[in-house]
Each structure stands twice: as C-alpha cells, then as structure tokens.
C-alpha cells in the first residue's frame, strides 16, 4: 500500500488553533457564570441556576472534533492510485493542398495533385494519435475537412479533392 501524502500540507497548521478555541471556550463558560453569580449574587444564583450539563462538554468535544477532521480534509490527504493512462496529442495537424489547375500538369506520375493525395492518405495513416484537418486553396484558402481522428474519413476526404473544387484559381503573372 502506498504512502499517505498531503497536498496542502500547510493546512495542518490550523491544528495550533483548535486547543486555544477548546481553552477559550471553556474560560468564556466560567466568566459566563461568575459574571452571573455576581449579578444575581450567589445565594439567588445557587438556587435559579442550572446545575453544569454533562452535554455542554459533549457538545463542545465534538464541535472540536468535527474542527479538526475538517482540518486534516483541507491538507488534502491522499493515497497514490495507479497511474492514469492519458493520451498526449503532439499537435493538431493541418494538410494544405493546391487545388489549382497547376496541379493537373504531369511532370509527376501520373500527375501533380493524384501524386500529392498519395502522398496525404500516407501521411495520414504515419500520423495516427495526431488530430487532422484539411485546408484545400488555390488563389484563396478553404477549410474542406474540420480537425478529426477520423483517418478512415480524412482519407475519404483526401480521395475526393479535385481542381474544380475551388472557384477562383488566382491570376497569372504573365
């Protein structure tokens, strides 16, 4: 079994509190009586008074009790449980990829963007943990696939990215 370990361990200083309250409140109970005694005088007071309850100790013992485990609850005990298994995400991932119609020429088999979607369904399947988002642009950018850890559905997404998806392809510098 592990080792008891208290997270606020300076809580426990409201401990040096609880006798001094314990002392004070049984001095406040003796002055209470003898400021009434004085008042009434001793012979009217020995006979309206209440003779001491045993309850009154009682209530004062768990009052004090109660005190201190609220105490001992505020430093925070604790036991050390098996560890929690977390996943850690490095980043959030987001594919880029040119749709304009440059992408259509063929200086890569059998061309520019079949070649770059290869390339991205493999780059999905390496970055498996990882969060991936699609951003297609061509002249101006498009958010086509939100951040998911649905690969089966990246890669579907990846599959149906063509050049007519985007509407304005850029200008020339001709």
Same mark, same amino acid.
């Given at each position: 079994?592990?080792?008891?370990?208290?997270?606020?361990?300076?809580?426990?200083? /409201?401990? @040096?509190?609880? =006798?001094? *309250?314990?002392?004070?409140?049984?001095?406040?109970? #003796? $002055?209470?009586?003898? +400021?009434?005694?004085?008042?009434?005088?001793?012979?009217?007071?020995?006979?309206i008074?209440?003779?001491?309850?045993d309850?009154?100790?009682?209530?004062?013992?768990?009052?004090?009790?109660?005190?201190?485990?609220?105490? /001992?609850? @505020?430093?925070? =005990?604790? *036991?050390?449980?098996p560890?929690?298994?977390?996943? #850690? $995400?490095?980043?959030? +991932?987001?594919?880029?990829?040119?749709?304009?119609?440059?992408?259509?020429?063929?200086?890569?088999?059998?061309?520019?963007?079949?070649?770059?979607?290869?390339?991205?369904?493999?780059?999905?399947?390496?970055?498996?943990?990882?969060?991936?988002?699609?951003?297609?642009?061509a002249?101006?950018?498009?958010?086509?696939?939100?951040?998911?850890d649905?690969?089966?559905?990246?890669?579907?997404?990846?599959?149906?990215?063509?050049?007519?998806?985007?509407?304005?392809?850029?200008?020339?510098?001709?």
């Open positions: 079994m592990g080792q008891l370990t208290l997270q606020r361990p300076e809580y426990l200083l /409201l401990l @040096l509190v609880v =006798p001094i *309250l314990g002392i004070s409140m049984s001095l406040w109970r #003796k $002055r209470r009586r003898i +400021i009434a005694a004085d008042f009434a005088g001793k012979e009217v007071y020995q006979k008074a209440e003779p001491p309850k309850n009154y100790r009682t209530r004062i013992t768990l009052m004090l009790t109660a005190l201190i485990l609220a105490i /001992l609850a @505020l430093a925070g =005990p604790s *036991l050390p449980g560890p929690e298994k977390t996943i #850690k $995400r490095a980043s959030d +991932i987001f594919l880029a990829i040119d749709v304009s119609r440059s992408m259509q020429a063929q200086d890569l088999a059998p061309d520019r963007l079949t070649k770059t979607k290869l390339w991205a369904a493999e780059l999905v399947q390496i970055l498996k943990g990882q969060q991936i988002g699609l951003v297609v642009f002249g101006a950018a498009y958010m086509y696939m939100p951040l998911t649905d690969y089966n559905a990246a890669i579907d997404f990846i599959n149906g990215i063509t050049t007519e998806m985007a509407s304005y392809q850029g200008r020339s510098n001709r």
